[in-house]
């Protein structure tokens, strides 16, 4: 009886990895705006695993088309598909489940997380899967890079 007790008590003070919110925008292909229950200011997620073009010209849109060599024009141009489809596909109030990994945020202060749908979609796995995002693992974040290939 000890031990279910001990083992309740350390489910409930493990951290929590999931948590229910609401898309307020998109903002890039491979991030969004959400409130969290109780919030009154949304929490900008960088999605974690993937990373889209960029849609506007700045240094990491120089760096990806370098890296590519692809034209400049041709990142910023896939970089507006993608945030035209993921916009598509989360509209300003759906539900989604946020769930993390090791880190919560990255240096930007962004919250880093794995995005669910209400059907349960993972919108990360989901951009991959599309062509409108590529794998980017960063460690220690690692939970589903197995699941988003090689």
């Keep these: 009886m000890l031990n279910a007790i001990l ?8 951290p929590v990895d999931r948590t229910p919110a609401t898309v307020v925008k998109v903002v890039d292909g491979d991030t969004i705006d959400v409130l969290v229950a109780g919030q009154t200011v949304p929490a900008r997620v960088r999605l974690i695993g993937i990373d889209a073009p960029e849609s506007s010209v700045n240094r990491r849109a120089y760096k990806q088309a370098e890296r590519t060599g692809r034209d400049l024009a041709v990142i910023l141009e896939m970089g507006k598909r993608s945030a035209a489809e ?6 300003p109030g ?21 995005v669910y749908t209400a059907d349960g979609t993972m919108v990360n796995l989901w951009l991959l899967k599309k062509g409108l995002a590529v794998r980017l693992t960063v460690p220690p974040n690692v939970k589903h890079a197995e699941e988003f290939g090689r």
Excluded: H, S
Excluded at 86 to 91: E, G, T, V, Y
Excluded at 94 to 112: N, Q, S
């Design 94 to 114: 759906d539900p989604v489940t946020l769930e993390f990994d090791v880190e919560r945020c990255d240096r930007y202060g962004r919250t880093l997380a794995y």
């Design 7 to 14: 083992a309740v008590m350390l489910i409930a003070a493990a």
């Design 86 to 91: 993921l916009a598509a596909f989360l509209k």
